[in-house]
């Protein structure tokens, strides 16, 4: 008296199984990104601890407009992930101020960290949103 699966519900039960690894396939390759720049490189720290280090040591060299010229160049950068690119784009300003041991964050900072924490392939996306901001990045243009 064995059963068999067949029309519908054998489509309907393939279609979950799909689903259900696509699904745990995007959630692990997200997660074995975060595991990977968690683990520390060879002086000891990861890239997120360094990212963190940099934001804390160069809190006090921001000033309003700098932050709100942050918080316009993330705009674009949807809600679930505009954090981490914050975190990321603002570790990156620090320590281009921190090595040119800058009194304060400058625009200059600001678009270099920018371009160097975005991704080569959101570049475009990234110039894009200069033009909107009418900040030149021509200046810039051997860091893309």
Same mark, same amino acid.
């Given at each position: 008296?064995?059963?068999?699966?067949?029309?519908?519900?054998?489509?309907?039960?393939?279609?979950?199984?799909?689903? $259900?690894?696509?699904?745990?396939?995007?959630g692990g390759? @997200?997660?074995?990104?975060? @595991?990977?720049?968690?683990?520390?490189?060879?002086?000891?720290?990861?890239?997120?601890?360094?990212?963190?280090?940099?934001?804390s040591q160069?809190?006090? $060299?921001?000033?309003?407009?700098?932050?709100?010229?942050?918080?316009?160049?993330?705009?674009?950068?949807?809600? $679930? @992930?505009?954090?981490?690119?914050?975190?990321?784009?603002?570790?990156?300003?620090?320590?281009?101020?921190?090595?040119?041991?800058?009194?304060?964050?400058?625009?200059?900072?600001?678009?270099?960290?920018?371009?160097?924490?975005?991704?080569?392939?959101?570049?475009?996306?990234?110039?894009?949103?200069?033009?909107?901001?009418?900040?030149?990045?021509?200046?810039?243009?051997?860091?893309?």
């Amino acid at each position: 008296m064995g059963t068999t699966l067949s029309g519908w519900f054998l489509i309907f039960i393939l279609f979950w199984i799909v689903v $259900l690894v696509s699904s745990f396939a995007i959630g692990g390759f @997200f997660m074995f990104r975060k @595991f990977l720049k968690r683990m520390p490189k060879q002086d000891g720290k990861s890239d997120l601890d360094w990212e963190e280090y940099y934001v804390s040591q160069t809190k006090q $060299l921001w000033k309003q407009d700098k932050k709100e010229l942050l918080e316009e160049l993330v705009s674009p950068v949807p809600d $679930l @992930f505009r954090d981490v690119a914050r975190q990321k784009i603002a570790g990156k300003i620090g320590q281009i101020a921190i090595n040119e041991q800058a009194d304060a964050i400058s625009m200059d900072h600001v678009i270099r960290g920018y371009i160097e924490a975005t991704p080569k392939r959101d570049h475009k996306f990234l110039k894009k949103k200069l033009q909107e901001l009418n900040i030149d990045f021509h200046p810039y243009k051997h860091l893309f």
